[in-house]
């Protein structure tokens, strides 16, 4: 007897060899997918009937900063550089432990809710990060991020913490989360450092979440100090590769793009908080041209400022439409494969495809909304017209993490609570 039997769904499979199935069956058994077809003659210990509703993969968050949700709506409307320095960093500095766990259900909340299945994460105390996503119930791929600014006592310090953090939770929660290392950019380590990391993450076998050329600053910065911009001076040092995921990359120029495909890199599309904080704009359309991999993410909540991948989804086809001035550009099945199959190669996981022997990891949206009727493209509606509001239920290792609205894996109105008085106790802390 299988675990879980989901029937009559529209099922957006994302598998190009198969397609969509009307009235679809899809059967689950030990966290993966045992069948997917019109039909079974299995029998399950639990039947959902997805009648007037699609069944797809879940969303992949690419780039996230969890604990931040404790920040959302703290510092807006503000210069990225005034915002980091004069702001989230000396806020960042008062966070505890608590603090990021706090921040860190609260995340995870949002996401099992908004239709969110695995998300790739770097920030400090991640210790507490990992034992949230534990807890939850989601997919994540964790990184401790790791800054020296060229100082080689700290730089020591900081491998040696992300190391230990590699090592203790790589696999764990039944092999939901993996670990990665995570310098924060090029301009904030030193090249030794970077050096330093990717030999370290070859012998350990895991892959590097980094930010690249979020902002013009950093091109500059690099150039006035380097003479070459952040995608050269990390080709210098053999740092590219299919295990690097480089958050942003917007301040490329044509020889950047070619450099990033050939090497294989990963790259994660954060349009909202690039838009919020006026970084500019990813040449995703060019990228995708070229043959790399691009995927989508949401950045931290204190620069979005929520979690929803469906909103990143509608933002990322929109932004290259416009900046391109082509209204053909990133089509809706395009932005749902790097929403989806994108994301689940950038982080190395069987997920992004409801196919046999995948992960069981989907999402059920409820179609049946003034909003997404009539239904003529199902990918379209689901770009374009939906939310995370639409997903009713999220299944992530064939367990049920919400179900028709309601979340079964942590308390939500005790998340809640939590996260607001950490958040008020944490303002005390900065204004004294």
């Known amino acids: 007897m299988a675990d879980m039997i989901i029937k009559n769904a529209y099922i957006l499979t994302m598998d190009p060899s198969v397609g969509d199935i009307e009235n679809g069956v899809v059967v689950i058994e030990n966290g993966m997918i045992k069948e997917i077809g019109t039909s079974t003659q299995c029998s399950a210990e639990k039947v959902i009937d997805a009648k007037g509703s699609v069944l797809m993969p879940g969303l992949i968050n690419t780039h996230c900063h969890a604990g931040m949700t404790i920040f959302r709506g703290y510092a807006d ?100 989360i993996d670990t990665m290392y995570g310098p924060h950019a090029p301009n904030t380590c030193s090249r030794d450092f970077l050096i330093r990391v990717k030999e370290q993450a070859v012998k350990d076998n895991v892959k590097i979440h980094i930010h690249v050329l979020e902002t013009e600053a950093e091109l500059n910065y690099m150039k006035e100090n380097f003479g070459m911009c952040s995608i050269h001076f990390l080709k210098d040092i053999d740092f590219w590769g299919p295990d690097i995921l480089a958050a942003h990359c917007v301040w490329l120029s044509d020889g950047d793009i070619k450099i990033l495909a050939e090497y294989g890199v990963n790259i994660s599309h954060n349009p909202n908080s690039n838009m919020k904080l006026a970084s500019g704009i990813c040449p995703v359309s060019k990228l995708l041209d070229n043959g790399a991999n691009v995927c989508i993410g949401t950045d931290g909540c204190a620069s979005n400022n929520n979690l929803d991948m469906f909103e ?121």
């Open 77 to 176: 409307d503000m210069q990225l550089q005034d915002w980091l320095e004069n702001h989230i960093w000396p806020a960042e500095a008062q966070l505890t432990d608590e603090d990021i766990y706090a921040g860190t259900r609260l995340a995870c909340l949002e996401m099992i809710r908004s239709g969110t299945i695995a998300f790739a994460d770097m920030y400090i105390h991640e210790n507490k990060v990992a034992q949230a996503v534990d807890e939850a119930g989601i997919r994540a791929a964790l990184s401790y991020g790791m800054i020296d600014f060229g100082d080689k006592e700290k730089a020591d310090k900081e491998l040696k913490e992300g190391s230990a953090f590699v090592k203790e939770w790589n696999g764990k929660a039944d092999g939901r």
């Open 312 to 432: 990143e989804m509608r933002m990322a086809a929109l932004l290259q439409k416009v900046s391109t001035m082509d209204p053909t550009v990133l089509p809706a099945r395009k932005v749902l494969e790097m929403a989806t199959i994108n994301g689940a190669k950038a982080l190395g996981i069987k997920s992004g495809m409801l196919k046999e022997g995948y992960n069981a990891d989907m999402i059920i949206v409820d179609m049946n909304k003034a909003h997404l009727t009539p239904v003529y493209d199902v990918a379209s509606h689901l770009v374009y017209a939906a939310s995370g509001k639409d997903v009713e239920t999220t299944i992530v290792n064939g367990k049920v993490l919400m179900e028709e609205g309601k979340v079964l894996s942590l308390d939500e109105q005790e998340v809640i609570d939590i996260a607001i008085q950490r958040s008020k106790d944490l303002i005390l802390k900065i204004n004294n």
